[in-house]
Antibody, heavy 115, light 107 residues
């Protein structure tokens, strides 16, 4: 059974870098699927952030591309997200998932940007 | 950026009734459209992918249709657990965007 789990700090200071990891179990990350991140500010809708293939090919939301980096680590079956220069507007639940259709999701990680 | 517009914003129905949710794209996405259900405090769940294919484990009362710019999610007979927020998502041109959501509430 495919399972994903987000991990990382729940509190980040303004102007710093948000870093999250997604650990995949029950399925090899070295597969034809891509792996991605989506976020949801409190009480609001969903926003796609980025996807990555095991080859390293990446796709980014143009509105976030200048601040985002997604990477993949096949030996540990993990992929990661870094978002630089965060502000309060980046406060959200961050989800990782499989594929562009996100057929499997992690449970989500709330990240609050505050001093 | 492809903009997805969902309607209505809120839909009030009773259990057993039929629900019809709409998603319109600002330009053609072919059949690269998915529907998700999100219950409070939970991660979204994929219901329909590629416009009309039910995801694994999704009941047959959920169906999707459409192509190009106009898409519909139909729930044939509402169960109590179906009252939630529904999002459409497109994934064309190696980018993705979501609609703003339709809240399906109990009348």
């Amino acid at each position: 059974q495919v399972q994903l789990q987000e991990s990382g700090p729940g509190l980040v200071k303004p102007s710093e870098t948000l870093s999250l990891a997604c650990t995949v179990s029950g399925y090899s990350i070295n597969s034809p699927f891509s792996w991605g991140w989506i976020r949801q500010p409190p009480g609001k809708g969903l926003e796609w952030i980025a996807n990555i293939y095991h080859s390293g090919t990446t796709y980014y939301n143009p509105s976030l591309e200048s601040r985002v980096n997604i990477s993949i680590d096949t030996p540990t079956n993990q992929f990661s997200l870094k978002l630089r220069s965060v502000t309060a507007a980046d406060t959200a639940v961050y989800y990782c998932g499989r594929g562009f259709s996100f057929d499997y999701w992690g449970q989500g990680a709330l990240v609050t940007v505050s001093s | 950026e492809i903009v997805l517009t969902q309607s209505p914003a809120t839909l009030s129905l009773s259990p057993g009734e039929r629900a019809t949710l709409s998603c319109r794209a600002s330009q053609s996405v072919g059949k690269l459209l998915a529907w998700f259900q999100q219950r409070p405090g939970r991660a979204p769940r994929l219901l329909i992918y590629d416009a009309s294919n039910r995801a694994t484990g999704i009941p047959a009362r959920f169906s999707g249709s459409g192509s190009g710019t106009d898409f519909t999610l139909t729930i044939s007979s509402l169960e109590p657990e179906d009252f939630a927020v529904y999002y459409c998502q497109q994934r064309s041109n190696w980018r993705s965007t979501f609609g703003q959501g339709t809240k399906l509430e109990i009348k």
